[in-house]
């Protein structure tokens, strides 16, 4: 089965979740996305890669709403037998004082362009296991901190083992946000000096050896989103044969710190947008992070009717996305606008399928969908909904969200409730629904058929975000705070429209939103003249997509990280 993938050195790919496919539920949002999406371009590119995640027997969770807006999870159980292949090997990591056995299971993803790359599935669902042992690789981000770092320990230290038991060589280990950071021990392990070599006072471990092999992508600001374990829960859990002194010289003395251990163990370091490269570089004193803006995989996330277009009028687009540079002068209005008919009505017969609520094809319809958690701010909108209605009366629109909060965010669960109550007393007025379940479908229906993308974060706590970029494949413009990519991706009027400053919007105020909304975005929709919206769509494909696409988000990895 891997005999195809072995015989040349590979950039190993570690992340704690990735997207594979609609039907594989082994990721829980835009970091999952983006490793699939990363390994989507790699088998465009004909990158040698190989990705390494676990299998989560049971998933995420998929999500219920009810007619209140509370949030109900279930486990989202898939048929691993029929998407993977199980691989021979077993190795074995020291979890809590036991001996765990790690096996895999083998996804080929196959590109649209022929290319094909492996992706290893962690298992410790094994008999050799005991029944909490089994349970280490069932659940994506479940349980308590124990449960965390058991995981991390078999996706860093499992994972660099089972590559070299099945017969991988690599060359370079990219580590996908500090989940994976355990990796750099097992690395210091490996290249180990012998201690008969060593003078008193010498390290044992070769650590610019382990620098030179290592890169490390760090995607957010919010202090949530950097793992820390005490000293004294690494030190019952984690293999004793590791120094504690020496890890904590590289992770932090007051607790291990995976971002700060990432870190320390990585020649390469990057953040996920321009912006995020700042905020990270002033996060970390001391380390020089660079910057590499996020891209989404074009041929995914365009939907059909885009497709058939650009390989009508841009053909070689799949693989060269700077052709899409041409669409502003090249592709007919009367055919963007057909094909954004197509994606929207795909779109407006979803919604009335999960909802029962008919949209109009003929009123705009605003998508907002992503992680449902404060900063995020889905309710910013919402501020004023007298202003809201006012607006409604003489420019109407729709507004679609989606999006689950993880569950133990009580918060994040109360904002959807709030957007529930919201629809609720809006009824008479503007059609708001909330779509259960959100996935990787519901998004690609959603980024193109929405007539606006709408994007309101708390700066400067949207590191990159990408929902926007498959919605500029689709030529559907922005209509964002600017934060992250869209910093680096907001041309005013040209590609969409940013709502405030880089200094604005941090205060909550939703006053500017509404009059970009009213005196800008709506009155150039509803125009006699369509030409003007239809300018604002091409630019949104010509100037984002042309250029935030995966493809040359790899092609940068390959250059500046990998190639070192």
Not at 118 to 138: Q, Y
Not at 182 to 208: Q, V, W
Not at 253 to 272: C, F, I, K, P
Not at 470 to 487: E, Q, T
């Amino acid at each position: 089965m891997l005999d195809e993938f072995i015989h040349e050195p590979r950039v190993a790919y570690f992340s704690m979740e990735i997207a594979l496919r609609n039907e594989i539920p082994t990721y829980a949002g835009g970091l999952g996305i983006l490793a699939g999406d990363t390994m989507r371009t790699a088998a465009d590119l004909e990158l040698p890669m190989v990705a390494v995640s676990l299998i989560c027997h049971a998933g995420y969770f998929r999500h219920e709403i009810d007619a209140q807006g509370r949030q109900t999870e279930h486990s989202a159980t898939w048929d691993i037998k029929h998407w993977t292949q199980p691989l021979d090997a077993k190795i074995a990591v020291q979890i809590d004082g036991r001996t765990v056995w790690i096996g895999a299971w083998l996804y080929i993803l196959e590109g649209h362009m022929g290319g094909r790359q492996p992706v290893l599935l962690l298992d410790t669902d094994l008999d050799e296991n005991s029944s909490d042992d089994r349970k280490i690789s069932h659940y994506l981000y479940g349980g308590d901190n124990v449960y965390r770092l058991k995981q991390e320990i078999v996706l860093g230290l499992g994972g660099v083992r089972l590559l070299h038991a099945v017969g991988f060589t690599i060359k370079h280990y990219h580590m996908n946000e500090g989940h994976s950071a355990l990796l750099g021990l097992e690395l210091m392990r490996r290249y180990a000096y012998s201690t008969e070599d060593l003078r008193p006072g010498e390290s044992r471990y070769d650590l610019p050896l382990v620098r030179d092999l290592c890169s490390f992508t760090t995607h957010t600001p919010v202090e949530a989103g950097h793992d820390r374990f005490s000293y004294d829960l690494v030190q019952r859990v984690l293999d004793n044969d590791f120094d504690i002194e020496t890890i904590k010289r590289l992770a932090g003395e007051d607790s291990l710190n995976m971002t700060r251990l990432a870190l320390n163990l990585s020649e390469y370091v990057n953040g996920v947008a321009k912006k995020h490269a700042e905020v990270s570089n002033a996060m970390f004193p001391g380390y020089k992070v660079h910057a590499i803006t996020n891209g989404v995989h074009p041929f995914t996330w365009s939907a059909e009717s885009f497709r058939q277009l650009y390989d009508h009028y841009t053909p070689g687009w799949r693989h060269e996305q700077q052709l899409l540079m041409r669409a502003d002068c090249c592709i007919p209005d009367v055919a963007i606008w057909e094909a954004h008919t197509q994606a929207k009505q795909h779109l407006i017969e979803k919604v009335q399928a999960l909802t029962g609520v008919l949209l109009k094809p003929d009123v705009p319809i605003f998508g907002f969908a992503r992680r449902m958690t404060a900063y995020k701010r889905p309710d910013l909108l919402f501020t004023d909904l007298e202003r809201l209605r006012a607006i409604a009366r003489n420019q109407p629109f729709q507004i679609v969200f989606a999006g689950k909060a993880h569950p133990n965010d009580e918060s994040g669960k109360h904002l959807i409730e709030q957007l529930h109550a919201h629809a609720r007393a809006l009824a008479d007025s503007i059609p708001v629904v909330y779509l259960p379940d959100y996935d990787m479908a519901l998004a690609q229906l959603l980024t193109a058929g929405a007539d606006v993308w709408l994007n309101t974060p708390l700066p400067p706590l949207e590191a990159s975000g990408t929902s926007g970029m498959k919605a500029a494949f689709n030529g559907v413009p922005n209509l964002s705070v600017l934060d992250g990519w869209w910093i680096e991706g907001c041309l005013e009027g040209v590609t969409g429209w940013a709502i405030g400053d880089t200094a604005g919007m941090a205060d909550g105020k939703a006053q500017v939103l509404y009059d970009k909304l009213e005196k800008v975005v709506l009155p150039l929709y509803f125009n006699s003249d369509r030409s003007g919206w239809i300018r604002v769509m091409k630019g949104a494909i010509s100037k984002n997509a042309s250029y935030f696409n995966s493809h040359r988000m790899m092609r940068r990895y390959a250059t500046e990280a990998y190639a070192r």
